[in-house]
């Protein structure tokens, strides 16, 4: 899985009645225009070989319809604060081969999916790493095979994302002790 960074920027400007836009630095015009750019660093910045993900999660600006906030091109240096960074979250790759076998042992091969690395990020990294030890991060599937050939299948994060109680329970406990399981038998 992927570093991840997020920030807040917060635009400054010059308030003006919307009637007078001459007299305004229009921090929503500057933002549109910074939202528009960063949708091409990815496409424009990044080589074609490399994967990147830069998104815009959200966008706050001004408290009346026929108020400009503030500033747009002439605007002052903006304030960016830094809200959180996760590092990458690499898995070992003895552990994982190790994992494997014992999942396989247990759920079957069928059961057991071998993923490629994606851009989503997580802090669990951040754990193995504060100790010192190697870690592997796993999934578990919890959609049937119907609704996993729907067109549009929820994802976590969204309102819709319901994953089927059981087996993805069971399943996930098994996975977990298989997990602490192997370690324990090893370790004598």
Same mark, same amino acid.
Do not use: C
């Given at each position: ?10 635009? $400054? ?8 836009? &001459?007299?305004?630095?229009? =921090? ?9 750019? $960063? ?39 903006? &304030? ?6 996760? =590092? ?18 247990? +759920? ?6 071998? /993923? ?8 669990? /990294? ?5 100790? /010192? ?5 796993? *999934?578990?599937?919890? *959609?049937? &095979? ?25 399943? /996930? ?10 370690? +324990?038998?090893?370790?004598?």
């Amino acid at each position: 899985m992927s570093y991840a960074d997020s920030w807040r920027v917060t635009l $400054l400007g010059r308030q003006s009645h919307g009637s007078q836009p &001459e007299n305004s630095v229009d =921090p929503i015009v500057l933002g549109a225009h910074i939202v528009t750019r $960063l949708q091409t660093v990815v496409s424009r910045e990044i080589s074609t070989l490399q994967s990147a993900v830069v998104t815009v999660g959200t966008f706050h600006a001004g408290l009346k319809e026929n108020i400009i906030p503030a500033a747009a091109s002439k605007a002052p240096e903006p &304030e960016i604060e830094e809200l959180y960074r996760f =590092p990458r979250n690499l898995n070992d790759v003895d552990e994982t081969e190790a994992l494997r076998e014992h999942m396989v042992e247990t +759920l079957g091969e069928d059961k057991v999916i071998t /993923g490629k690395p994606f851009m989503g990020s997580e802090d669990f /990294g951040t754990l193995a790493e504060s100790v /010192g030890v190697p870690s592997v991060f796993w *999934f578990f599937g919890g *959609f049937t &095979e119907e609704q996993m050939a729907a067109v549009d299948v929820p994802v976590n994060h969204s309102p819709q994302f319901l994953p089927v109680k059981e087996p993805t329970l069971s399943t /996930g406990y098994t996975a977990a002790m298989t997990a602490v399981l192997s370690k +324990l038998s090893t370790s004598s």
